[in-house]
Structures are given as C-alpha cells and as structure tokens.
C-alpha cells in the first residue's frame, strides 16, 4: 500500500499539464543559438506569459577508450568561465553530420585525432530544459588509437591527454572535472561498465498545441 508521501507525488503530478502555445517569434539568430520567444497559458491560472528560448541543434559527447582501457580526455580554455577546462570530445551536430553517431566521430576525429573500432550509444540527456530545446547525446567509442594529427578550428586550441578511469575518476572526485555535460557522459559510462543499458531516447517532447 503507498504511503501519504506517495499518494501526494502522484496528486500533484496529476495536476500538471502541458502549457499550450499561442504563439511564437524569432528574436535574433546566432551561430550556435536562435533566440525565440513563445508566448504559453497556464493551465493553472489561464494567464499568459512570455518564455525565452534558445533553438539549438543537438549536441554529442564521446566518451573515447583506448585498447589498454584508458579514457582519452582534452583540455581547452573555455570563455565563459575564463578558464582551461578539462573534458571529453563533443560538439554541436554539422548540416551534413547525418546521426548523432557520425557527428561524434567527426568531433573525435577533429579535436584528438583518434579513431575508434566501434561506437555504441550510452545515453542522452536535456543540457537545460528551462531555456533549451535541445539534446545532447553520449556515445562510447571503443578502441580508439591515434591516427591523424588534429583537425581544429581556428578558434580551438586543445590539448590531449589519456587517463585510466581511476585517474579520470580522481579528477571528478577533487572537481578537476566540473563540466556538467561531461560529468554526465561519465556517469553514462560508468552504468556502461556496470553493465547497465542506456536508457530509452524518449521523442516525446511535447512543445504544447497552438490555438488560435
């Protein structure tokens, strides 16, 4: 028998419903973002209000692993916290990347210079779904070896360095790894090694139904 805690999670999920939307307009388009505000009723109190939303593609991170089982890591400076930042490969999906999967090989190509002998999805998660629209899926690329120098863009300098899991697991520990997407990919990873499979990718995203 559910407990009074229980019983109250499932009254109030019960009560919320999704905010139809009346409305939409681009503000202003950047490369990496659109900037749109949708106008949504509360299904509460029947008012209307005005929502920022970032339009993004979807973005990957490669969670890559060498033969002898250590993970290939890089370290760039990154502009909004001013600072050099330890992460994985990842990026946001090209115009002619035709799969997640093909987006992260490309980006572990540019940025490492490693291939991998296989990849497998481990999971996906929403970066921000309060201003967000998008996704950012993770993928495990085995046996990876270096083959090519890196491909960067001019505005990228990356180091890269390999680090067995204890390693990588010790940086995370001491906050030498913040990166919250990066810190997601590896929690993907460790239920992989676990032998836990990757969730269901749920496509069902309701934006609400516009009225007139």
Known sequence: MPDE???????TSAVIRPWP??????LNAFPIYTLRQDTRRSPRTGKDHDFLVLDSKDWINV????????????RQFRHGTASLVWEIPGGMMDEEDKSPEQAAQRELLEETGYVPEA?????AVHPNPAIQNNRCHTFLARNVRPRH???????????????PWSEVSRMVDEGEISHSLV??????????LMNL???PLNESLDNGTKTS
Do not use: C
């Open 21 to 26: 939307l009346l409305a939409s307009k681009i």
């Open 197 to 199: 499979p990757p969730p």
């Open 183 to 192: 810190l997601a990919a590896l929690f993907w990873y460790e239920r992989h």
């Open 63 to 74: 969670v890559p692993v060498t033969p002898a089982g250590n993970l290939v890591l890089i």
């Open 149 to 163: 120098t890196q491909r960067l863009d001019g505005s990228e300098d990356i180091e890269v360095q390999e680090a």
């Open 5 to 11: 805690t229980t019983k109250k999670a499932d009254n």
């Open 119 to 123: 990849m497998a999805f481990l999971g």
